[in-house]
């Protein structure tokens, strides 16, 4: 929830959903944001596997943050997957990730998604009380997800209808 001082002291920003000529600005958040970022062409092959749930915040002109998730069919469940999120150091503590994330979960229902699921640095604990504030739970570890074997915290999100 966007705090009053908040709206106060910042315009809030315009949610759209991501087009190629934000890739640039995408890839300087990313990389200002994660020790092993994407490379620009992951973020362009997002838009012909995510096309609805590929989204950017936009802030006095400028992407101020992305977020790009996509659908996975359990053959139980629809559930979403966060893959990837990012808000420039310029922008945070504004309320834009808790928009863009509300964001993606809600397409992710117009979906008919029944959950969303993420993965998060175990050594990221910001992160990690973000996402718990927002309602998401701890589900279990991956030893050595990252790239430099860092381990991952799956955490889940379940909707109610």
């Known amino acids: 929830m966007i ?15 991501a087009a190629p000529m934000d ?22 092959d997002a838009f012909s596997y995510f096309p609805t749930t ?18 996975e069919d359990t053959g139980e469940n629809i559930y979403g997957h966060l893959c990837n999120f990012g808000v420039s150091a310029l922008y945070r503590k504004r309320g834009i990730g808790r928009l863009l994330l509300r964001r993606l979960e809600h397409q992710f229902a117009l979906e008919l998604a029944t959950g969303v699921q993420l993965e998060v640095r175990a050594s990221n604990t910001r992160a990690q009380r973000f996402y718990r504030k927002l309602g998401y739970k701890e589900v279990f570890e991956i030893d050595g997800y990252y790239s430099d074997g860092e381990d991952a915290l799956v955490m889940m999100k379940w909707f109610r209808f």
């Open 3 to 17: 705090r009053s001082h908040d709206l106060a002291t910042y315009p809030l920003p315009l949610i759209r959903r």
């Open 23 to 44: 890739v640039p600005s995408i890839v300087a958040i990313e990389k200002e944001s994660f020790v092993d970022p994407w490379e620009e062409s992951v973020f362009l």
């Open 54 to 71: 590929y989204f950017v915040a936009v802030c006095n002109g400028s992407v101020a943050g992305f977020i790009v998730g996509g659908l």
